[in-house]
């Protein structure tokens, strides 16, 4: 499916992209640590890590992490866990993939999510895209990229197949990334997906952070074995989901544990 506007990121990124690029994603940062943090109930589970792997993971190590995705807003509401130093700095936030049909079907709104470094993938072209591409390329240069490998908002919240998407990025990242999966709860409360589609102010929301883990490992034994780029894909894939999805259980029941013990009073 072709995209409906230019392909939005500049061959070279000068000084007026960066700047504006600083401003787009630091303010939109901004209001989701405000939203989050201060105008609804969040807790986060392991924190350390994250911000561990964002400001001290080696030079040129790149970090993949991935997370359920209940709401249209997750990105950028989930990132309101990070502090004003990770957030305004803009070379050190993540990229991450957003939907074509969505995001980019207006050059205006391109032009608004690419400086946020959102990068366009087009639902049904497959794992080998220009998008998936371009964020193999910001891996291999140690950068962060996000995902939501179920690949679209699960409004049913039930157990979904990962794309393998997912599994592309790590079989051919020549650097083997640092992988930190998270789950959230209470996303889709804030922003519902029925109408009126709007912020809500006062719910409860919860951020659990798992264990960084690399794969270097697996896709050493899958190379060694002569698997096919789609074996390697399905084998990375399934590895991925049961490491996220063995946090859903822990998220839920930390959740209940600490918004359910506490009043209609702020944490």
């Known amino acids: 499916m072709p995209m409906e506007v230019r392909w939005p990121f500049p061959s070279r990124q000068g000084l007026s992209w960066t700047v504006t690029s600083v401003l787009v994603t630091g303010l939109v940062g901004a209001y989701s640590r405000i939203w989050t943090k201060y105008m609804n109930r969040l807790l986060v589970h392991n924190k350390e890590d994250l911000y561990e792997a964002i400001e001290r993971r080696p030079q040129g190590k790149p970090l993949l992490t991935v997370a359920n995705h209940q709401s249209c807003m997750d990105d950028p509401h989930i990132w309101g866990v990070l502090e004003l130093k990770h957030l305004w700095r803009v070379r050190k936030m993540r990229w991450t993939p957003a939907a074509a049909d969505i995001c980019f079907t207006k050059e205006l709104h391109s032009r608004f999510f690419s400086l946020g470094k959102c990068v366009p993938v087009c639902r049904g072209d497959g794992v080998y895209q220009k998008g998936m591409d371009f964020l193999l390329e910001k891996l291999n240069h140690g950068d962060w990229v996000h995902f939501f490998p179920e690949g679209k908002v699960n409004m049913t919240q039930e157990h979904m197949r990962l794309k393998w998407g997912i599994g592309r990025l790590i079989a051919e990242c020549s650097l083997n990334p640092i992988v930190l999966p998270l789950w959230h709860v209470g996303l889709c409360d804030v922003l519902p997906n029925n109408p009126p589609y709007y912020p809500r102010l006062g719910k409860r929301i919860t951020v659990y ?26 084998a990375l894939t399934d590895l991925i989901q049961e490491e996220l999805w063995k946090l859903k259980g822990l998220a839920e029941a930390t959740h209940q544990g600490y918004h359910g013990s506490r009043g209609p009073g702020r944490p």
């Open 209 to 234: 952070v798992g264990k960084p883990f690399t794969l270097e490992q697996l896709v050493t034994r899958l190379r060694e074995e002569n698997r096919s780029p789609m074996e390697m894909r399905k």
